[in-house]
């Protein structure tokens, strides 16, 4: 199994900024892509940003220009720089990850969630 744990989330002004990082623990062969989601009340969960093993990012409309994932293979962490932050940015934000870990003398595929981290930006 491959556990992710968020950190980083909490209470901001607008215009403000936080920083969630994720990092990935187990016995992980190798972590492919990484993304944040994020859910508000009464909303679905929505995709966030993601990002190649080898660095390549999307970001949802909503994010781009203000957001910038990036990430740290060695450490299987991923990041989420937040900046100028609006009360819509308001959610639970949750990390995902897939990859490939080892169990005995399998290798396996892996699509991974962490417990989410409550994002709350004030206007």
């Known amino acids: 199994q491959v556990q992710l744990v968020e950190s980083g989330g909490g209470l901001v002004q607008a215009g403000g900024s936080l920083r969630l990082s994720c990092a990935a623990s187990g016995n992980i062969f190798s972590v492919a892509a990484m993304g944040w989601y994020r859910q508000a009340p009464g909303n679905e969960r929505e995709l966030v940003a993601t990002i190649t093993r080898a660095g390549t990012p999307t970001y949802a409309d909503s994010v781009k220009g203000r957001f910038t994932i990036s990430r740290d293979n060695a450490k299987n962490t991923v990041y989420l720089q937040m900046n100028s932050l609006k009360p819509e940015d308001t959610a639970v934000y949750y990390c995902?990850?897939?990859?490939?870990?080892?169990?005995?003398?399998?290798?396996?595929?892996?699509?991974?969630w962490g417990q989410g981290t409550q994002v709350t930006v004030s206007s």
């Open positions: 995902n990850a897939d990859g490939t870990y080892y169990r005995g003398t399998s290798w396996l595929n892996f699509t991974s």
